[in-house]
């Protein structure tokens, strides 16, 4: 008996760290964009980027963080002072028998130190 549970929990080990390998690069990488979006905003409080080009640039730096997204994934939002950059999408990930989508939802917002 304490073989068949020794062998039971080696077994379940091995799938953990399987899921494990497969499940934690889509939350680092979205640890990585979440990162990028801070320092984006900040940048971009300050300099004078029109709304429509942020989504482009932002979705290109995405891929350098390992996230694939469209422009139509980011949503820019100004209002006075303050600018608020989100991004929703979704990965998917190859789990033998299983694949699904994780939904990943990565916002931040900014406020012009300067303003009133």
Known sequence: MKELRSIFFVLLLIVAAFVLYKILPAYWADYKLGRMLDQEA?????????????????????????????????TVERGGATLGISVSYYVK?????????MHF????????VMAK
């Open 42 to 74: 900040i940048v971009y409080t300050y300099q004078p980027k029109t709304d429509p080009e942020l989504p482009t640039i932002i979705a290109g730096k995405a891929d350098e963080c390992g996230v694939t997204i469209g422009p139509e994934n980011v």
């Open 93 to 101: 990930i190859d789990m033998p028998g299983i694949p699904f989508n």
């Open 105 to 112: 939802t990565t916002s931040t917002t900014n406020r012009d």
